[in-house]
């Protein structure tokens, strides 16, 4: 028999951490961060991570294991997430990075290794010779344009070839998934309220430290982060930081929405993260 795995999943400030946490309490379970921010150990506050507090006592395993200047990877997570979903008794994913449950639940396409000369040298190649090079390559964001251009050069083959063939499972398990979808005013409304808070709590604060740390990649994505910064540096007023990072917040839980949508067919969508829910 396959062991159970819970999936909650949805737009960020829709409440998945308070149902994690609630089901963790009438299971006797495990809740396991699927989220892509939450896994760096400097980014507490901007991160919605959950605090000591906030957790009663329910384990809640890898939140905050990756330094800033590590580049967090779909990959990386896979390796550190199987073993703790053997391990876990009635373990509980929860998050809002789509290619982390994507990943798990259907496979992955396999890659052969990028060689690391062609790495370094794509690294350092502006990006419009990137565009120039890399074909048939659908995205637009930067680094998996240069992934897609690595990939090229390594194999010989594009990146779209690999993506087409069959995926390699990473785990074998009964997934019950489900998508916390609320309201949209309500969800903007939760947005607005939270990153307010994490600003009264100490989000600036957070940001000024993580900009010591000189970090790279992956988290200096997060949501908040950049505006932050842009403050910090004199450019835009604390004020039009808010609005800025509050109107962030709200295309990117949309568009997390529309992703788990049409990427994951969900067991049970629920508005409301205190409804009864009942996984069979």
């Known amino acids: 028999m396959m062991k159970k795995v819970i999936c909650i999943m949805g737009p960020t400030a829709s409440g998945k951490s308070g149902l994690a946490l609630r089901l963790a309490k009438e299971k006797k379970g495990t809740v396991i961060n699927a989220d892509s921010m939450q896994i760096y150990k400097d980014l507490n506050l901007i991160s919605a991570r959950p605090t000591e507090a906030e957790t009663e006592g329910i384990p809640h395993l890898l939140y905050g294991y990756l330094d800033a200047w590590t580049q ?90 690999f993506q087409s063939l069959p995926k390699k499972k990473v785990y074998d398990a009964d ?16 947005c607005d309220i939270r990153f307010r808070q994490m600003i009264e709590q100490g989000g600036i604060e957070e940001v000024r430290h993580l900009m010591n740390l000189k970090p790279t990649g992956g988290i200096l994505k997060a949501i908040g982060v950049p505006e932050i910064i842009s403050y ?42 205190k409804e009864q829910i009942d996984i069979i």
């Open 72 to 161: 967090g990877t779909v990959q990386d997570w896979l390796e550190r997430v199987v073993p703790v979903l053997k391990e876990a008794e009635n373990p509980i994913l929860v998050g809002g990075t789509g290619l982390y449950f994507s990943s798990l639940i259907n496979g992955i396409n396999e890659i052969p290794e990028i060689d690391e000369d062609v790495r370094k040298q794509v690294r350092q190649m502006p990006i419009t010779e990137v565009k120039q090079k890399v074909k048939e390559c659908p995205f637009t964001d930067p680094q998996r344009l240069r992934r897609a251009l690595e990939v090229q050069l390594s194999t010989g083959k594009t990146l779209i070839y």
């Open 232 to 273: 910090l540096q004199g450019n835009i007023t604390k004020e039009e930081m808010i609005e800025q990072a509050i109107l962030s917040t709200r295309h990117y839980a949309k568009r997390q929405i529309t992703w788990f949508k049409h990427q994951i067919r969900a067991d049970i969508t629920c508005v409301n993260p």
């Open 175 to 190: 997934f019950k998934t489900i998508f916390l979808n609320p309201p949209r005013e309500l969800l903007y409304r939760n």
